[in-house]
């Protein structure tokens, strides 16, 4: 499994690369730790060759020289793992998204925040664009997390779409961590239906996609992002799980926000979307 980390050397990266690790672990396979340097001005090329202004080219080298540092540093502290530096200069969005690409990764692994809670800095402006177009299934993540194996999943489903691809990486998840996967559907006031309907629902999804080691619930309460965030909390998950909608690169609009990026600023748990659609 190839699994792209782009860091800003903030905690909630740090904290990203420990998931990550758990996956290249898990599956023998490599990580790409992956830096982008934004140049100060349009005056420099792809590659950092000054176009125009001689102290800007003195200020990206000694930048790059920096980062480079920076980068084999982390690097040498997680031996354990193999890792795969790449380091770029130019647009973030850009560069995350053809590294993703060339490399034929599986997975993206990156900080739900950047440098600071109060700030949108390198990964926190970036991440809700890269899970709206991603062709790769994200895991952002928050808060500190510690080097653990995934055991218990949740996967949230309103049961109206099905999303086969999603439902595939997870039974793959599940193979590697030998972890149980938690199905849950989020009973709303104003989205309420017949728990009996809807386990008859969630037993023939379990049906058309042969899962194992599972649990199907229906839970109530009257937001459909607290919910998941409290069920996940009642399973001890580890990991949760919420499809994405390829043409809008939301799931849907929840009192106005996107129901993925509300769950995941609100745990402290790792949270998988996956584009669906």
């Known amino acids: 499994m190839k699994i792209i980390v782009p860091t800003d050397f903030s905690t909630v990266s740090y904290n990203a690369l420990f998931i990550a690790k758990n996956f290249a672990k898990a599956s023998g396979g490599e990580i790409i730790l992956l830096h982008v340097i934004e140049p100060p001005s349009a005056s420099f090329s792809s590659i950092g060759e000054n176009l125009e202004n001689g102290m800007e080219d003195v200020f990206v080298a000694q930048l790059v020289r920096k980062i480079d540092n920076e980068l084999h540093s982390l690097k040498s502290a997680h031996d354990d793992v193999k890792i795969k530096i790449v380091r770029k200069i130019g647009d973030p969005y850009k560069e995350i998204r053809d590294t993703a690409i060339w490399e034929k990764a599986e997975l993206i692994v990156m900080g739900e925040k950047g ?12 991440t809700d664009k890269i899970v709206r177009t991603s062709k790769s299934p994200v895991i952002t993540v928050n808060q500190a997390i510690e080097e653990n194996p995934i055991q218990h999943i949740v996967y949230a489903t309103d049961l109206k779409e099905e999303h086969p691809r999603l439902i595939h990486l997870l039974k793959q998840i599940q193979r590697l961590f030998n972890a149980k996967l938690h199905i849950v559907k989020i009973n709303t006031r104003d989205k309420y239906a017949n728990d009996l309907d809807t386990m008859v629902d969630l037993r023939t999804l379990i049906d058309k996609y042969e899962i194992e ?13 607290y919910g998941i965030i409290y069920y996940a909390d009642q399973v001890k998950a580890d990991l949760i799980a919420i499809g994405v909608h390829k043409k809008t690169g939301i799931r849907r609009l929840i009192n106005g926000g996107d129901l993925a990026e509300i769950v995941a600023e609100h745990v402290d748990r790792p949270v998988l979307t996956y584009h669906f659609g």
Request: a negative charge.
């Open 115 to 126: 440098q600071g809670d109060d700030n949108d800095l390198f990964i926190g402006s970036l």
């Open 213 to 225: 080691n599972y649990t199907i619930e229906t839970y109530n309460h009257e937001d459909e992002e």
